[in-house]
């Protein structure tokens, strides 16, 4: 059974802070890797997917890294925003199915 | 460009009850799923649906049934609901192959008194 961890629980940055947000994973047989945000009260919003071929991928400040061999990948969110605060969670896809970890929730004061 | 649309968006039953949770997706995938969220568990499968036709059990079926009417549209049913299934519930869907990139609706917040 695929099971997903991410770490640190919650996070409180000073705005313009770059953001590290860690998801390791036990089965390494993964199709792809995505991550989402969540805003309090709403649904999830996609914000990168990486294919289990590909080392990273970029969008605008965010960046995901990943590493398929040793269970992991990393979310990077360069100069934080007030707006940045959200809970990010990241879901692991393996055949139909996604295993999610129980989220970063992330706090950047202004 | 609704994507997954999820109703009702709010419920308050109370035990016993029975109620169905609707889910339409207009992106013409083939996969759908219906996940629960509790306060510092993430999201827990509960069942999904490959594709039209074929439904499988996920983490947490007890107490849910699930119905895939055609590719659009995938219902849960609470047959006798107990406060323990008091959750957000989300359904999603993906392409079979490609990306397999999930969305997600807005979900729907049920209560059981």
């Known amino acids: 059974k695929q099971e997903v961890t991410q770490i640190p629980a919650a996070l409180s940055v000073p705005e313009g802070e770059n953001l590290v947000l860690n998801c390791s994973f036990t089965?390494?047989?993964?199709?792809?890797l995505q991550w989402f945000r969540q805003d309090p009260g709403k649904g999830l919003t996609s914000l990168l997917l990486?294919?289990?071929?590909?080392r990273e991928q970029t969008s605008g400040r965010l960046n995901a890294s990943l590493d398929k061999s040793s269970g992991r990948s990393t979310l990077y969110i360069a100069a934080s925003q007030p707006g940045d605060s959200a809970t990010y969670l990241c879901?692991?896809?393996?055949?139909?199915?996604?295993?999610f970890g129980a989220g970063t929730t992330v706090t950047v004061r202004a | 460009n609704a994507g997954v649309t999820q109703t009702p968006k709010f419920q308050v039953l109370k035990t016993g009850q029975s109620m169905t949770l609707q889910c339409a997706q207009d992106?013409?995938?083939?996969?759908m799923y219906w996940y629960r969220q509790d306060p510092g568990m993430g999201l827990r499968l509960i069942y999904y649906?490959?594709?039209?036709?074929?439904?499988d059990k996920g983490e947490v079926p007890n107490g849910y049934n699930v119905s895939r009417l055609n590719k659009r549209e995938f219902s849960l049913r609470l047959e006798s609901a107990a406060p323990s299934q008091t959750s957000v519930y989300f359904c999603?869907?993906?392409?079979?192959?490609?990306?397999?990139?999930?969305?997600f609706g807005q979900g729907t917040r049920l209560t059981v008194v």
């Open positions: 879901a692991v896809i393996n055949d139909y199915k996604l295993s």
């Open positions: 990486i294919q289990s071929s590909q």
């Open positions: 999603a869907s993906s392409e079979v192959g490609g990306l397999r990139e999930a969305f």
């Open positions: 649906s490959a594709s039209e036709g074929t439904t």
């Open positions: 992106m013409n995938h083939n996969s």
């Open positions: 089965d390494s047989a993964i199709y792809n």
